[in-house]
Every structure is written in C-alpha cells, then in structure tokens.
C-alpha cells in the first residue's frame, strides 16, 4: 500500500530534549516536506527536500533540522525543543520533478507537546 | 507573495442543507495550482481536488462541487445535501510551480443530525 508514515504518532517532551519525528514513504518520490498545523493558522511549511541531500528551508524553519540521506526517509530534528513548537506535524511527499503536476501525499501527522 | 484565506471560521448546519465554503488567494504568477483538502477529526489530511490556472471548468463530484472563478481570484467549495459525517476542517491551498504548498487557515464545518 502507497503511504507516508510518520513516528511517533504522539510524544510528550520537555523542554531542551532532543528528539526526531521520523517520515518515510514507499512510493520512490523524490519531494518531501515537512508542516506543522496550528490553531487559526493553517499548515505552514517548515522544510523540504527535492531530492537526496537537497534541503531548503519553509516559512518556519527556525528550531528544526532535516537530513535527506535516503529517498525514502526524510527525519524532522527538533534539537533542543520548545513549548512554542507544540503542534501537529504533517510529512508529505509527492513525485518529483521541476513543475510537476502531481499531488503531495500527507502521513497521517505527529502530536507533539513540549512541556 | 502567494497567500489563501478562508474567511469562514466556523459553519454549522443541519444535516440535507447545502454548505459554501470561501475561499480566495492572492498570487502573482500565471501559471499556479488551487487544492481543497479535509481533516476529518481523526485528523489526517484527505486530498480532495487539485485544479490548475488554466482550467476554469467548474467540477462536481458526487455532492461536492468547485466553483473557480479566476476574475475574482476565488475557488469555492459546496458540499450539497450535507451529511454528518462532512463535518471536518476544510483547507483550501495554493501552489505555484514550485515545492510549496501555502494553506489557508481553515473552515471548520459541523452538521448537525
């Protein structure tokens, strides 16, 4: 079955612990992205990756980091967390290519809570 | 700068009504890609339509419909004879030709039995 995954599915941390939100997919798609959804705000973009070993960053990077060193795997590093980064987070990936027309397929998202 | 608001917070109805959800973005590129998704309380994200610039048509399917009107840089959502279990949170998202999908806040849709 075509599918993103994304572990853990729900986490409870404290402050200053480092921690990583993995994201992995089987469809050989070259793009994936990271969000995160908060109340009244939507979905806002954090980091993505066209392909291995090329990252870039979103609307709201600061506080993460990313690494793309296997097509399939596109991990979600928070290193020292903050309550302000309790939220939902989407992985999302979709077949690549400059202009493509496809659609981005979403992991079913991670619950995060930063005591 | 590529933006998508949803001015609706929240609608509520009763079940059999019909239900508009708004949505308009602002964007400066010609060519560029409109998307509805919905998160059911469960929470995940279901894609419901993608739409390119160029295409106009309106589209139905089933009791959903889309109304793109580029005149009035609008993509509208109905959902007709609406049922229990629509009520989600609805997104509408722009995209350009690039890697970035730009979300609007969201309609939260409830229907009442």
């Known amino acids: 079955e075509a599918q993103v995954t994304q572990n853990p599915r729900y986490l409870i941390t404290v402050t200053g612990k480092k921690l990583t939100v993995t994201c992995s997919q089987n469809?050989?798609?070259?793009?994936m992205s990271w969000y995160r959804q908060d109340p009244g705000l939507g979905l806002r973009q954090i980091y993505y990756?066209?392909?291995?070993?090329?990252?870039d960053k979103g609307d709201v990077p600061e506080g993460y980091k990313v690494s793309r060193k296997e097509k399939r795997n596109f991990p979600l590093i928070l290193e020292s967390p903050s309550p302000n980064q309790t939220s939902l987070y989407f992985c999302?990936?979709?077949?690549?290519?400059?202009?493509?027309?496809?659609?981005?397929?979403f992991g079913p998202g991670t619950r995060l809570l930063v005591l | 700068a590529q933006k998508v608001t949803q001015a609706q917070t929240e609608i509520s109805v009763v079940e059999k009504e019909d239900v508009t959800l708004d949505c308009v973005y602002e964007?400066?590129?010609?060519?560029?890609?409109l998307f509805w998704y919905k998160q059911p309380p469960s929470g995940e994200l279901v894609f419901l339509i993608r739409?390119?610039?160029?295409?106009?048509q309106n589209e139905i399917s089933g009791r959903y419909s889309w109304n793109f009107q580029k005149s009035t840089s609008s993509f509208n959502f109905t959902i007709t004879a609406s049922q229990v279990v629509d009520s989600a949170v609805y997104f509408c998202?722009?995209?350009?030709?690039?890697?970035?999908?730009?979300f609007g806040a969201g309609t939260t849709v409830t229907v009442r039995a």
């Open positions: 999302a990936s979709k077949q690549g290519g400059a202009r493509s027309e496809e659609t981005q397929y």
């Open positions: 469809m050989n798609h070259e793009y």
């Open positions: 990756s066209m392909n291995v070993e090329v990252t």
């Open positions: 964007t400066r590129d010609t060519t560029y890609y």
């Open positions: 739409r390119n610039s160029f295409d106009e």
């Open positions: 998202a722009l995209s350009h030709n690039d890697y970035k999908l730009s």
